[in-house]
């Protein structure tokens, strides 16, 4: 029974540490693309970041569209998580060092996820509903043509086809490759870590 418990709790900590760490690094894809903050969801994620990230931002400011308070916040969330869901399941509190170095895998982890979902989304919404004004999709590619930029100077549109994307998405298969290289080599255990 205290198994079935501790899968309990786990679960419920690992999602709740999974959509909050996406909504702070949201939060922070938000100003480092200098998306419209007047946008409803970007309001949703100023809101529910605001109250915890407040104290940061005095000891790490911004510096121009960098939000480095974001940043510890999703690191702190990340540690917050890890150590519960570790005492959860009868483990001792996980070494400073290691929880860090999970909690930074986690962060990159969901970040190159952000932009490969949202890149899908982006294409799919693109062929079947084009002209679509919907926030959530405004605010998507506010958010991810920053990123696609480098890529469409590269490979620009040929005969109206633009294939930056698929290298993108290379780009970031290749990254995560790497990133569970790393997560391998600090034995990052399954389960444990949100956002990974």
Known sequence: MSTTFAQAGTFLIQSLGSFYLAVVMLRFLLQLARADFYNPISQFLIKATHLPSKPLRKVF????????????????????????????????MVNILYALSWGA????????????????????????????????????????????????????PMGG??????????????LQIFLNGIAGSLHTPAGLVPGF
């Open 61 to 92: 400011p911004s510096y121009r569209n960098f939000d480095l308070a974001s940043l510890v916040l999703a690191l702190l969330s990340q540690l917050l998580a890890i150590e519960i869901t570790a005492l959860v399941n009868g483990f001792d």
């Open 105 to 156: 895998i986690g962060m990159l982890s969901l970040m190159l996820n952000l932009y490969l979902y949202g890149l899908l989304i982006i294409i799919i919404v693109s062929w079947v509903a084009p002209q679509s004004q919907h926030p959530a999709l405004i605010l998507l590619n506010q958010l991810i043509r920053p990123a696609m930029e480098p890529f469409q100077k590269i490979i620009p």
């Open 161 to 174: 086809i633009d294939l930056s994307p698929i290298f993108m998405f290379l780009v970031i298969n290749m």
